[in-house]
């Protein structure tokens, strides 16, 4: 198996793997946003979407789509720290949904090396 064909396999599963997480913390939505929450100009739309619904209907949509496509993926990711503000004096702590993106954060980041 090629070493990009592996890293693909890896960022994909780190996908599923944030999904896992968004569920397991009940915040996955079965129902999309109203077409408004995406014309925000913010970086993550902070202005129109909570960060795990950015994580949703934003990141994981945009990287999937990447995937199937067969296109570049981004060569710097730096999701994590956002998410650990995110759950900052918050009852869940995020942890595992947090250690998930800082995995994708370091295959992006890495480019598969």
């Known amino acids: ?3 990009k064909v592996r890293h693909l ?5 780190g996908l599923l793997q944030i999904e896992i997480e968004l ?3 009940g915040v996955w939505q079965t129902e999309s946003l109203p077409p408004e929450a995406f014309q925000s100009t913010q ?3 902070l202005d ?3 960060f795990t619904q950015w994580l949703q209907f934003v990141f994981l949509e945009k990287m999937k789509a990447l995937v199937e496509a067969g296109h570049a993926l981004p060569e710097v990711s730096g999701i994590a720290p ?6 900052r004096g918050r009852e869940q702590s995020g ?3 947090i250690s998930a ?3 994708m954060d370091r295959l992006l980041s890495s480019g598969g090396r």
């Open 43 to 45: 970086p993550f739309c």
């Open 23 to 25: 569920r397991q913390l």
């Open 95 to 97: 942890r595992e949904l």
């Open 101 to 103: 993106l800082e995995e």
């Open 1 to 3: 198996m090629s070493e």
């Open 82 to 87: 956002m998410a650990e503000e995110h759950f």
């Open 48 to 50: 129109t979407m909570d």
């Open 9 to 13: 396999d890896q960022v994909t599963d």
